[in-house]
């Protein structure tokens, strides 16, 4: 168990965090298990929030093969079809680094993402004990565009974080990204991708349910989030 932290999403609360390695041969089958149990992955731990006074994050899944799309999400997927998509494993480059630093200057210049150097984001992409694989987006003159860190599950894709140009804004490029996720999970087979957690406080978060049937693991199992239980409707 961590020590209590302030934490990043709710102002005036503190987090703390269940922490286990995933190491040793069985660490995919550990972290396929602890993942249906609402579980995400950094590094090379799997943490689920611990707070005594809170319970305001909830693991979040979609329903691939149930997906509902709409006029909207269309309208991105076309904006966004001239994009070049390539799945490699998890090997950090400089290039992906000077767009992580544009993105978290622009989105995020007060956060501890933003203070990260070239090392840091290495171990952020490369510290991982489980089938981790990394999925980049081109502009059609080879330009990278947008980067996605994902865990393989044997029941879904797990997005880890995702970052792109911040000036390409017209394109709603993490919209995309999640879209694109759904799409490979449909055609591997796989139910679910996972989104990580959303607060309901959070209007950050909101975005997530828009991503219709989404699950979340609340009481030990997973249960239907309608749309309605988002900020805004």
């Known amino acids: 168990m961590t020590a209590p932290m302030p934490c990043p999403y709710l102002p005036g609360r503190f987090e703390r965090k269940l922490v286990t390695e995933l190491r040793g041969p069985e660490a995919n089958n550990v972290h396929d298990l602890l993942s249906r149990a609402g579980f995400p992955r950094s590094h090379s731990i799997a943490y689920l929030p611990a707070c005594s006074e809170c319970d305001a994050c909830v693991p979040v899944r979609v329903r691939s093969e149930d997906f509902r ?5 269309r309208r991105i997927a076309a904006k966004n079809n001239d994009l070049i ?5 998890s090997v950090a480059t400089q290039e992906q680094f000077q767009l992580f630093s544009q993105y978290q200057d622009a989105r995020h210049g007060n956060g501890d993402m933003a203070r990260m150097d070239a090392r840091d984001y290495r171990a952020m992409i490369e510290d991982s004990t489980v089938d981790t694989s990394i999925f980049e ?12 860190l994902v865990d393989n599950l044997s029941d879904g894709l797990s997005a880890v974080y995702s970052f792109f140009d911040p000036s390409e804004q017209r394109r709603g490029l993490g919209t995309f990204i999640i879209l694109d996720l759904i799409k ?18 959070c209007r950050k978060m909101s975005y997530k349910m828009r991503f ?6 609340r009481g030990g199992n997973w249960v239907s989030l309608p749309a309605s239980d988002g900020i805004d409707g």
């Open 212 to 217: 219709q049937p989404l699950e979340g693991f």
């Open 184 to 201: 490979e999970s449909q055609t591997l087979g796989l139910p679910h991708v996972y989104l990580g957690y959303w607060i309901g406080e």
């Open 85 to 89: 998509r390539a799945v490699s494993p």
């Open 69 to 73: 799309t709409t006029r909207s999400f």
């Open 137 to 148: 987006y081109r502009r059609q003159n080879g330009s990278l565009i947008a980067v996605a």
